[in-house]
Nanobody, 121 residues
C-alpha cells in the first residue's frame, strides 16, 4: 500500500503564494511519475503539473509561468510552488504518484487525501 500525504494548503489573497508538499511512503520499490491535480467546486479533477523520475515537467496552460513543480527523490517528496495565485486556482489539490514494486507486479497509481487551496479576490 502507498500513502501520499499532502500539506501546505490554506487561504491566501489573490496575488499571493503557497507551497504544497506531498510525501510518499509505503510498500514500493520505485516512484515513477508524480503529479498535482486540482478539483474545483463542481468540476472534474484536472492535471495541474507533473514530473517524471528524472525531473521532466509538464504544466497545464492555466498555470504555466506561475506554478513550479519540483521533486526530492531522496525524500520521496514533490512540491508545488504556486505564485501569483488567482481566485480560479481555488480547489482541492491532490497529489498522485505511480509506484512499482518490481516484476511481476504492475505499476499502480495512488492518490493523496487532498489539501484545500482557497484564493480570495
Amino acid at each position: 500500500q502507498v500513502h501520499l500525504v499532502e500539506s501546505g494548503g490554506g487561504l491566501v489573497q489573490a496575488g499571493g503564494s503557497l507551497r504544497l508538499s506531498c510525501a510518499a511512503s509505503g510498500n514500493f520499490l520505485r516512484i515513477n511519475d508524480m503529479a498535482w491535480y486540482r478539483q474545483a467546486p463542481g468540476r472534474q479533477r484536472a492535471l495541474v503539473a507533473s514530473i517524471t523520475s528524472i525531473g521532466i515537467t509538464t504544466y497545464s496552460d492555466s498555470v504555466k509561468g506561475r506554478f513550479s513543480i519540483s521533486r526530492d527523490n531522496a525524500k520521496n517528496t514533490i512540491y508545488l510552488q504556486m505564485n501569483s495565485l488567482k481566485p480560479d486556482d481555488t480547489g482541492v489539490y491532490y497529489c498522485g504518484a505511480e509506484t512499482t514494486r518490481g516484476r511481476p507486479s504492475l505499476p499502480i497509481w495512488s492518490w493523496g487525501q487532498g489539501t484545500q487551496v482557497t484564493v480570495s479576490s
